[in-house]
């Protein structure tokens, strides 16, 4: 039987799903030797945020056209479109609040920067999900039950919206002196990070709570590697690619 959702519990989700976002992005801002204007952060992560909503629509909408289309397809081929489909989505939203809040103004004066920002995005874009997903879950199982599914998105969910957004990011900071090569790698980024993005959520949805823990590894993994990729990119010249 579902719970009434007091205000309390919106409280605690607000508090559950912002915290998270913001203590990751405290984290990654000390990667940046020359911090960038609270101004553009804020913008960025709200913007992040705003298309978080964008993508639900979207992803609501598509849910209806590939049922329409695919549902002659196996069960396991017709999930994993529905799980591109939906990341591309979200990437490409975090991508564009990145973009529109940020990557086009002055502030944009170092290839480290793109990453922050890509970071950012994503980390505004996962405390909106966070938010909906304690409010569902309160009103469903209670606050206790929410508590605990606020902690795993903490390990799981944020953490992959960092590093998939990080992918596009670096795309995008290894073009920083070579703008012709935007578009194309932003285009790799985007899908290789809606690939990644895929695989975790299929894995997810197939896998038990005992072997959770067991998917997050590749995740924390993928932060190791996302540290010498700060460095690499803080190191780059315009000679440099």
């Known amino acids: 039987m579902a ?7 919106v409280f605690f989700a607000f508090v559950g799903g912002l915290l998270p976002a913001l203590l990751w992005l405290w984290f990654w801002l000390r990667e940046d030797l020359h911090p960038e204007p ?6 960025t992560f709200t913007a992040g945020m705003v298309m978080a909503i964008v993508a639900l629509f979207l992803e609501q909408g598509t849910n209806v056209l590939i049922t329409k289309w695919f549902v002659f397809l196996p069960k396991w081929l017709f999930s994993v479109i529905l799980l591109f489909v939906w990341a591309a989505i979200e990437e490409i939203a975090k991508y564009i609040a990145a973009r529109r809040a940020a990557l086009r103004l002055s502030s944009f004066d170092e290839p480290v920067d793109a990453l922050i920002y890509l970071i ?13 997903f304690l409010l569902k879950v309160f009103g469903g199982h209670g606050m206790l039950a ?16 960092v590093v ?9 900071a ?17 899908l290789f990070a809606t690939i990644l993005h895929t695989l975790f959520n299929f894995f997810i949805i197939n896998s038990g709570d005992t072997n959770l823990f067991k998917i997050l590894i590749p995740l924390w993994l993928a932060v190791v590697i996302l540290f010498f990729i700060f460095e690499k990119i803080k190191g780059l010249k315009n000679n440099n690619f």
């Open 3 to 9: 719970n009434t959702i007091t205000s309390i519990d």
């Open 38 to 43: 609270r101004r553009i952060l804020l913008l």
């Open 120 to 132: 950012t995005a994503a980390l505004g874009f996962a405390a909106l999900e966070n938010i909906l």
């Open 146 to 161: 929410g508590l605990i599914t606020g902690n795993l998105r903490f390990l799981g969910a944020t953490l992959l919206h």
């Open 164 to 172: 998939s957004s990080a992918i596009v990011g670096a795309s995008v």
């Open 174 to 190: 290894f073009s920083f002196f070579h703008k012709e090569k935007l578009m194309r790698n932003v285009l790799g980024g985007l």
